[in-house]
């Protein structure tokens, strides 16, 4: 699986901004899809995932009420909706794409993962 991930950019303190991870190669619907994030200095962090079939999502707690996690299976892609971004949502955001042992789950560690795109920049000005 390829990933490309699009739709980072400049937005200021309280805008949005949709992330989206275009993915290629095998099929797409077999894999949990998370979305990590990483500052200068610090390791990737996990930010959302959502299983192969959608039925579940998961986040990471500063982004709870703010970000939705979803998937187009049909498209060969997913989303990351950022809602109220602030300063600290500053980051690279990159996809990732595993095959899970346990389809419900989703893996917080990025090491865990098959597929990883190159990411899109996310700045939030204050």
Do not use: H
Request: hydrophobic fraction near 35%.
């Amino acid at each position: 699986v390829q990933l490309e991930e699009s739709g980072g950019g400049l937005v200021q303190a309280g805008g949005s901004l949709r992330l989206s991870c275009g993915a290629s190669g095998r099929a797409f619907s077999s894999y949990s899809i998370a979305w990590f994030r990483q500052t200068p200095g610090a390791e990737r962090a996990f930010v959302a995932g959502i299983t192969w079939d959608g039925g579940r999502t998961y986040y990471e707690d500063s982004v709870k009420g703010r970000f939705t996690v979803s998937r187009d299976n049909a498209k060969n892609t997913a989303y990351l909706q950022m809602n109220n971004l602030t300063s600290e949502d500053t980051a690279v955001y990159y996809c990732a794409a595993d095959l899970p042992e346990i389809a419900t789950e989703v893996s917080r560690n990025f090491n865990d993962y098959d597929y990883g795109g190159r990411g899109t920049s996310v700045v939030v000005s204050s």
